[in-house]
């Protein structure tokens, strides 16, 4: 009975900034997001995989293979599953048009909504111009990053401890930095620019861990967030509408009015209709 009261049908779910490898991956809600949720076509939009951490420290528990393992069984359920590398997994560009356990790896994809926009799904860093032409200030940047995200996981155990739910004070403290803002702005300008260039009706990326739907100058931009802060996921509906998942605070929902979430429910014929 809990599947079926915290339980979503999606045409689509995209994720991405999962950043297995590290120790900030919050792969115990991304295991309880896919458990309860579920789509015919999942985009892995870049930065699945941690290797520039790896590569300075191994760490992998097993709640990280745990989402490899689950990844798997999606695929093996009959879901479509693609994966767009970003610069933390850059080495799978490499693979691109190849098949992993199911999984395609593509450069970049396309996307066409149930109600007919074509979305360009890139993970985002070619047009990040910190990563692209200062590599050592953006390793600089994600150590920084990492202390962040290290004061925001102690942070977050003495909340348990106190009884409260997780809430990301790494999140909270990067949108009160004005460089920080200046540089979402310029990043979701660069990548609805670039959406437009190439004739899409809008664009799905990853890359700066912020969650956001919004129209730019007529292009729809969409950022799925991560899995590090936030815990969000973009999913669309089967009628094509889009819409930001903050996994916390649904399920919080959820669990608080379990007649809503079981209301909400997409119908289970529409799954096997649906395409990308």
Not at 38 to 53: M, N, P, Q, S
Not at 247 to 274: S, V
Request: glycine share 8%; aromatic share 12%.
């Amino acid at each position: 009975m809990q599947y079926r009261t915290l339980g979503r049908r999606f045409r689509t779910i995209w994720l991405s900034d999962i950043h297995l490898g590290t120790r900030g991956c919050k792969a115990e809600y991304l295991i309880d997001f896919l458990r309860h949720n579920d789509a015919a076509t999942l985009y892995l939009v870049g930065d699945i995989v941690d290797g520039w951490r790896l590569k300075k420290s191994w760490y992998w528990p097993q709640t990280h293979n745990d989402v490899v393992q689950k990844l798997l069984r999606i695929v093996r359920k009959g879901s479509r599953v693609i994966y767009v590398p970003g610069n933390h997994d850059g080495w799978l560009r490499d693979y691109t048009m190849l098949h992993f356990g199911g999984v395609e790896v593509l450069d970049e994809a396309v996307h066409v909504t149930a109600d007919g926009r074509r979305l360009l799904i890139i993970h985002g860093d070619a047009y990040d111009t910190v990563v692209k032409h200062a590599r050592w200030l953006a390793t600089l940047g994600d150590s920084a990053y990492e202390l962040a995200l290290w004061l925001n996981r102690y942070f977050n155990l003495l909340r348990r401890v106190l009884g409260y739910e997780y809430w990301s004070l790494s999140a909270y403290l990067k949108l009160r930095v004005k460089n920080a803002v200046q540089y979402i702005g310029s990043f979701t300008d660069a990548l609805s620019e670039e959406a437009r260039r190439r004739g899409f009706d809008g664009v799905v990326c990853g890359h700066i861990h912020h969650a956001e739907i919004r129209e730019i100058n007529g292009i729809l931009y969409c950022n799925d967030g991560d899995w590090v802060e936030s815990c969000t996921a973009l999913v669309e509906h089967f009628d094509g509408r889009l819409e930001i998942v903050t996994w916390a605070e649904r399920r919080r929902f959820d669990l608080l009015h379990p007649e809503r979430a079981l209301a909400d429910e997409e119908p289970a014929e529409a799954l096997t209709g649906a395409a990308p």
